[in-house]
């Protein structure tokens, strides 16, 4: 069966705010998509098209290649599981899961079938009549994800459903979710606001930020290739280096970074001699030097975190107010350092990306 | 002794007299019932009797009275809260303007003398022809304990977590399968509290009803009659047996309502342990 | 508006919650009150007159009041004897409402509650009778009082406005100790004893922390406090005598002694000017808003 999701250049805007600017996406059968951003970036407006508790202002919302524009949120092949996760307090376990077909008009015994096997599923079968109050925040959260399976959904609808949980229980859901998503070869679209819930789970991501859809990539490409200024900030930690454009060779271009001298790294688009752009260079892919040289530059150590097997740094080049990230791997040649000292880092050209920027964005 | 002391007595000794107070009347009230004195009194004490149940009980005044009274109410009942939820659910959804102004309308009967409200309907109604009896009384009682149910509904209402109706909604029930399932059942507890205090607040009601009672008497009427026309021991007799009747409901509404109270709190703790 | 209601609730249950209300707001609540008023501004005319060319609007039915001197009189004292009525529930309930909120541990303050809210659920007539019994002539209280030596003769307490009085703060006390006691309560506990911890004394506290807080609730209680005893008619009907009359047995007495429902009419939307009056007084004096008052 086709579950597949597309957007065909929706667009919402509530009285003057466009809460998400035209958007253009497809979400194939079977795919774990995430959509992943800081709140307020329209992440929550998308789902609740794909919902039908919103109808969008422009462009179709199609699901299995169906036009979407007339049915109600009740009629449409989906089901979500919801930030709080909205179980009926007054009702038992049993009869949470059984909702969606009961109102749907399926006997009690057919129910019951498919509540027992959604119980097994979630491994709480012995949850079966107790009441909601009495669950524990895992508990709920499979019985949630038990209820919302109930109805054959075509398209899972996931609202940042682990963010009620403690770390532990978090990490482990998150296994679990993808776990189910494996077996039942649903279509997951996951709302979340944390990149490593985004990046573990997901097939695809996409990065939103004040209601654009920035990029859209499997997790290794959106790490290693971010498309925007944002996603390169977003996603995962990173330094980011102003400075403009003084010479370019194919992908790999100089930065002119003032203080900190020439840069170069590897630009994923145009650009042009005077443009000012942004150099982003990963903690991880920051080296130490023993001596200048091309792509370095030196800074005064602020912190020290060690942390095993990495060593966290925080230092500031010299003659700036900024600061910069770094982790080297905690081997013989750390033993010198101390805050206070002085630092010369280095890194590839082809580590770092350089895009069209200006140092507020 | 300190002034802290003093002031923790003192404060103490306020409260006793302030219950004695609020008991007293009442007491002497029920006791005067048992004396066998034509005029309802504690002194001086003439005798114990139960004689003044036996004449309340033969008196076919009163057992009309008590069932236009109970008529009345039931017949409030059927009306003020159907539209108390509806204002609750109203007020709850409507975002916009003029929602304040319709939310002063709706609190205006509360703060309206009982006899403006009583004379007002009179005056409406009998411009379309009704005149005052059974039916106007329960329209001019409906008026403001509507307004009181509404109140009590909309407490609860505020507590409501919409998305538990978009839950319900995205599994495919229809909007009036999510009211009956969903929303109506979370409100049957203030629904039926509210239930409760319109009844007694139509039983006990003598303001708007002495307008609008046309030539029919409900119970409170008839108690106001007889203590200025015909007082007798008798009328304390009545006067105890609501009394037990309203503590004894009162009693069971405050048990039920912190037995209620005492399970969510238990629940919560629990469900916080197993988190 | 029906958008609104009908996205959440569907088309049926939406025309079912609008046509309640509007029967209510509509019929019950805003056009009998409408139709007083027009009432109030025609002459009392026999049937067949009525839309005839006699039937025009006039303000006479109010200048009734100014020209009949005892009216005024039963007015001003009515009104008067309600202010006087609040204060005393008010200085009766404020350290009971203190005492119950903040000193007072729980189950004490359960207890309390239990204990106040069973005559709140008791009828009005029936707390005003029992009054009517303690203060008669040969009740209990006159018998106390003899028996103690204090008076030489019975009093009568039901011959004057004293008795009405009484039997008013009685009635109407727990309107003022709940909207009291829920102000008070919702104060930090840590506020009180900041204020004592620099120095403040106990009454400087209640005068600048407690009662400043408290607001909204000893609004709330006088408005209720006051809007019930100026309309009431049960207590100066079983507490009065014929010689201390209220405002409201004047209006009673227009619609079935006189007759004369135009000049009720009236009377009774002068008896609404003064509650509202008060209303908008208390809130001004107070600050409040009326989202405070309903609670």
């Given at each position: 069966m086709d579950s597949s999701v597309h957007l065909d250049n929706v667009m919402m805007q509530f009285d003057n705010f466009v809460?998400?600017?035209k958007t253009d996406l497809k979400i194939e059968s079977g795919e774990f998509f995430s959509f992943l951003g800081?709140?307020?970036?329209?992440k929550t407006t998308i789902l609740n098209m794909i919902s039908g508790f919103l109808d969008p202002t422009e462009g179709t919302v199609r699901i299995g290649g169906e036009?979407?524009?007339?049915?109600s949120a009740n009629k449409r092949p989906t089901s979500m599981i919801f930030?709080?996760?909205?179980?009926?307090?007054?009702?038992?376990v049993a009869e949470n899961i059984e909702f969606g077909l009961e109102v749907r008009g399926i006997k009690k015994a057919e129910r019951r079938k498919v509540s027992d096997r959604l119980l097994n599923l979630v491994a709480?079968?012995?949850?079966?009549?107790?009441?909601?109050?009495?669950?524990?925040g895992g508990q709920k959260q499979r019985i949630a994800i038990a209820r919302a399976l109930a109805v054959e959904p075509r398209v899972l609808l996931l609202d940042e459903?682990?963010?009620?949980?403690d770390l532990k229980l978090r990490q482990h859901m998150r296994t679990e979710l993808k776990e189910i998503q494996r077996k039942t070869g649903i279509t997951f679209i996951y709302i979340t606001h944390d990149q490593g819930e985004a990046l573990t789970m997901s097939d695809r991501v996409g990065v939103m930020s004040a209601g654009k859809l920035q990029q859209v990539a499997d997790p290794v490409t959106l790490y290693?290739?971010?498309?925007t200024p944002f996603a390169a900030s977003f996603v995962g930690e990173n330094n980011r280096i102003a400075g403009k454009v003084i010479a370019m060779d194919g992908k790999r271009t100089t930065l002119?970074?003032?203080?900190?001298g020439q840069l170069s790294g590897t630009s994923v688009h145009d650009l042009s001699v005077g443009e000012s752009a942004l150099l982003f260079i990963r903690p991880e892919l920051l080296n130490r030097r023993t001596e200048m040289t091309e792509n370095c530059f030196t800074a005064k150590i602020q912190e020290l975190n060690f942390e095993g097997a990495y060593l966290m740094m925080e230092a500031t080049p010299i003659n700036t107010q900024s600061t910069i990230r770094a982790q080297l791997l905690?081997?013989?040649?750390?033993?010198?350092?101390?805050?206070?000292n002085q630092v010369i880092f280095g890194f590839d050209a082809q580590d770092a990306i350089i895009m069209s920027g200006k140092s507020d964005v | 002794m300190s002034s802290q002391n003093i002031l923790k007595w003192g404060i103490r000794f306020y409260i006793t007299l302030f219950f004695l107070y609020l008991f007293t009347p009442l007491i002497i009230m029920s006791a005067a019932?048992?004396?066998?004195?034509?005029?309802?009194?504690?002194?001086?004490?003439r005798g114990t009797t139960l004689k003044w149940f036996e004449e309340l009980w033969n008196d076919s005044g009163m057992w009309q009275a008590l069932s236009n009274s109970a008529i009345i109410a039931a017949g409030v009942l059927a009306i003020a809260v159907p539209i108390g939820v509806a204002c609750a659910l109203f007020l709850s959804t409507y975002r916009g303007g003029g929602k304040n102004f319709i939310y002063g309308l709706m609190l205006s009967p509360l703060l309206t003398p009982g006899v403006i409200i009583g004379i007002s309907t009179l005056i409406f109604w009998r411009s379309m022809g009704v005149s005052g009896g059974i039916f106007l009384t329960i329209i001019a009682q409906t008026t403001f304990i509507a307004a009181y149910v509404m109140l009590m509904i909309l407490a609860r209402m505020q507590r409501f977590d919409r998305t538990l109706e978009n839950a319900a909604f995205s599994l495919g029930a229809t909007h009036l399968q999510v009211f009956r399932r969903i929303t109506l059942p979370y409100l049957m507890p203030a629904i039926l509290s509210a239930g409760v205090i319109a009844f007694l607040q139509s039983f006990e009601n003598y303001n708007t009803t002495l307008f609008v009672k046309g030539y029919d008497t409900t119970l409170t009427v008839y108690i106001a009659s007889k203590v200025r026309t015909g007082l007798t021991p008798a009328v304390n007799a009545l006067g105890l047996i609501l009394i037990v009747i309203t503590v004894l409901l009162a009693a069971i509404y405050e048990i039920k309502r912190r037995h209620e109270a005492r399970a969510a709190e238990q629940k919560a703790a629990l469900a916080d342990t197993a988190n | 508006m029906f958008k609104q209601l009908s996205d959440r609730f569907g088309p049926m249950v939406a025309i079912g919650i609008l046509l309640l209300m509007l029967l209510w707001l509509v019929m019950l609540v805003v056009l009998p009150q409408v139709l007083m008023i027009d009432y109030s501004l025609r002459p009392n005319l026999p049937p067949s007159q009525?839309?005839?060319?006699?039937?025009n609007y006039t303000l006479s039915n109010y200048v009734t009041l100014f020209n009949n001197q005892i009216h005024q009189t039963i007015f001003f004292k009515t009104i008067w004897s309600s202010v006087l009525v609040t204060v005393c529930t008010l200085i009766v309930c404020y350290p009971l409402a203190y005492y119950l909120a903040k000193v007072a541990t729980p189950r004490q303050a359960a207890l309390c509650v239990l204990l106040l809210i069973i005559p709140f659920w008791i009828n009005e007539i029936l707390r005003t009778f029992s009054w009517f019994i303690i203060l008669s002539y040969r009740g209990p209280l006159n018998a106390l009082l003899l028996g103690m030596g204090f008076i030489d003769r019975p009093i009568?307490?039901?011959?004057?406005d004293g008795g009405v009085i009484i039997g008013m703060v009685y009635a109407y006390i727990l309107f003022m100790v709940f909207p009291l006691y829920n102000a008070i309560e919702s104060l930090d506990g840590n506020q009180i004893k900041a204020a004592r911890n620099l120095g403040s004394g106990w009454i400087r506290t209640h005068y600048r922390i407690i009662i400043p807080h408290a607001k909204p609730g000893i609004a709330t209680g006088c408005i209720m406090v006051f809007m019930l005893s100026a309309g009431s008619y049960a207590v100066p009907a079983l507490l009065g005598s014929p010689g201390s009359r209220w405002f409201t047995q004047i209006i009673y007495n227009w619609f079935?002694?006189?007759?004369d429902w135009n000049q009720g009419a009236a009377y009774a939307f002068i008896l609404l000017l003064l509650c509202i009056g008060f209303i908008v007084l208390v809130m001004r004096l107070f600050k409040v808003g009326l989202g405070d008052i309903a609670r």
């Open positions: 809460a998400v600017q800081p709140s307020g970036c329209g036009d979407m524009r007339r049915v930030q709080n996760l909205a179980l009926f307090p007054l009702m038992t709480l079968p012995e949850c079966r009549d107790k009441r909601i109050s009495d669950l524990s459903p682990l963010s009620a949980l290693r290739a971010p498309a002119d970074c003032g203080v900190l905690s081997d013989v040649n750390i033993g010198d350092l101390a805050t206070g | 019932t048992f004396n066998d004195s034509r005029f309802p009194t504690i002194s001086p004490w | 009525i839309g005839g060319p006699n039937d009568r307490f039901l011959s004057g079935f002694e006189g007759g």
